[in-house]
C-alpha cells in the first residue's frame, strides 16, 4: 500500500486542493476564503458521491441527504448540548454513517433507475420529516446563538477554524477516494460496476460491499454539513436537503470524470466557476439549474468519461499522470 501512494495522479489532485485550500492563508482574504469554502465544500461532496457512483455505478440523486442530516445532528449538539466544534461534526458524520447503513441494507437490492428514484424519495421523506421535527426546530430549523463563537476566539477566528478544518477534511478524502480506488475492495465495487451478476460469480460479496461504500460516501457529507452550517449560524430544512444540489454533485463528478480521483476535483472547481459566473450575470442568473441539466445532459451524450478520460484517451501519455 505504501508504494502505490508514490502514483502521480495522487500528488496531482492533493496539488490541486492544497493549491485551492492554503490561497486564502497566504492572501488573508475573507472574501477568498468564502469562495474557496465553496469549491473546496463541493470538492469533497463530490469526490465522496463518486465512492458511490463512480466505482459502485449506482446513481444517487439523494446523497444530500447525508449532508443535510449530519448538519442537523451536529447543530442540535452545539445549540442544545453545548457541544465544540470538532465533536459535533464527528457526531454528524457518525449519524449520516447509520442512516447510509441502514439505507443500504434496504435501497441497494434495488439497481439502476429504481434506485435512483429510491434516493430521491429518501431525500424528499427526509426533509418532509425534519419540517415536522419539533426538537430540530421544525420548518424554522435552529439557529447558534452568536456568543457560541467565543469560544473559538470570536466569529472571525472560528470561520478561519472551520476552513482549515474543511481543508484537512478534503485533503483525507482524496487520499480516502485513491485508496479505495486501489484496494481489493475498491476493485470489487468496480467489478460491480461492470457487472454485478458477474462479481458475485467470481465471489464478490455485492450486498455488503455496496452498503460500506454507501457509508464510506455518506459520513464525508455528514461532518462537511456540519462544518457548513456552523459557518451559516443556522440551519433549515430548505437549505439542508436542496435536490438541486443533489443534482448538481452528479454533474460535478460527470464533468470531471467519474471513478477517477482527480474527476471529482476538476469537475468541483471547474462547475463551481461556471456556477458563480452565472450567478452573476444578468443573463443567466435565473437560469443556471437548466443549464447545470443540459451541461450533464452533453456530458452522457458525448464526454461520459468526463473532462480526465477525455484527456487520457486524447494524450495516452496522460494515463501514467491521470488517476
Partial sequence: MGRRLW????????????????????????????SMFTILMSVGLASSLNILVGYTGYVSFGHIVF???????????????????????????????ILAFILGRILLRLRGAYFALATLGILEAMRAFVTNFSPFGGSIGLSLNFSAYRAYGGANEALWLTYWILVGLVVLTVVVSYLVRKSKFGLGLMAIREDEHAAEIMGVRASRAKTWALVLSAVIPGVIGVLFFFKN?????????????????LVMVMLGGQGTVLGPVLGAFGYQRLRGYLLTSALFSDIQLTIAGVLLLLIVLFIP??????????????KTVLE
Fill in 7 to 34: 502514483h502521480p495522479g495522487l500528488y496531482l489532485a492533493l496539488a490541486v486542493v492544497l493549491a485551492l485550500g492554503l490561497a486564502p492563508g497566504v492572501t488573508g482574504g475573507q472574501g477568498l476564503r468564502e
Fill in 67 to 97: 449532508f443535510g442530516l449530519g448538519g442537523y445532528v451536529g447543530f442540535y449538539t452545539m445549540t442544545q448540548l453545548g457541544w465544540p466544534l470538532p465533536l459535533a461534526a464527528l457526531v454528524g458524520g457518525v449519524a449520516a454513517g
Fill in 233 to 249: 449560524g443556522s440551519i433549515e430544512p430548505s437549505d439542508a436537503f436542496r435536490l438541486n444540489q443533489s443534482i448538481e454533485l
Fill in 305 to 318: 468519461a468526463g473532462a480526465v478520460g477525455w484527456l487520457r484517451r486524447r494524450i495516452p501519455r496522460l
